[in-house]
């Protein structure tokens, strides 16, 4: 897939997200397009993209402009894997509603003790965010 292939935006609130496909980890290009795509779609602004990764927002527009990506092995890459899992488990868990994905993330979680924003831009809680969502994801299914 080329980096600049446009990204998918329903056509009215009831259709379903832009849903990142599995494997898209073993390529660098394909991994920082699915995060830029899954950052836009959730409504997160580059500044706090940078922070959730770990990185400048200088880095951020490196990547957004197709100029890098994001490097294997690295924090910021192993950061984005997570992102992707929020991102994974709230589409799931919202059957792709891109207004109740949005909330989500703006709300404040009683298991969190804040909106998950907040808890992964303000105090780098990505692996907290992980957990909570899954747990739902997996309370859901039963």
């Given at each position: 897939?080329?980096?600049?292939?446009?990204?998918?935006?329903?056509?009215?609130?009831?259709?379903?997200?832009?849903?990142?496909?599995?494997?898209?980890?073993?390529?660098?290009?394909?991994?920082?397009?699915?995060?830029?795509?899954?950052?836009?779609?959730?409504?997160?602004?580059?500044?706090?993209?940078?922070?959730?990764?770990?990185?400048?927002?200088?880095?951020i527009g490196?990547?957004?402009?197709a100029r890098?990506?994001?490097?294997?092995?690295?924090?910021?890459?192993?950061?984005?894997?997570?992102?992707?899992?929020?991102?994974?488990?709230?589409?799931?868990?919202?059957?792709?509603?891109?207004?109740?994905?949005?909330?989500?993330?703006?709300?404040?979680?009683?298991?969190?003790?804040?909106?998950?924003?907040?808890?992964?831009?303000?105090?780098?809680?990505?692996?907290?965010?992980?957990?909570?969502?899954?747990r739902n994801?997996?309370?859901?299914?039963?």
């Open positions: 897939m080329p980096f600049n292939t446009p990204m998918y935006f329903p056509s009215d609130g009831n259709a379903p997200m832009f849903e990142i496909p599995e494997g898209i980890e073993a390529s660098p290009r394909r991994l920082t397009q699915a995060v830029l795509q899954a950052a836009d779609l959730l409504g997160l602004y580059n500044a706090e993209l940078a922070r959730v990764l770990g990185l400048m927002c200088g880095d490196r990547i957004a402009s890098d990506t994001l490097t294997p092995g690295t924090d910021a890459c192993q950061k984005a894997l997570l992102f992707l899992r929020i991102y994974r488990a709230l589409y799931v868990e919202k059957k792709g509603n891109e207004a109740a994905m949005y909330n989500w993330l703006r709300i404040r979680q009683a298991q969190l003790g804040e909106a998950p924003l907040i808890v992964m831009v303000d105090h780098g809680g990505l692996g907290e965010v992980v957990n909570c969502i899954e994801t997996e309370g859901t299914s039963d």
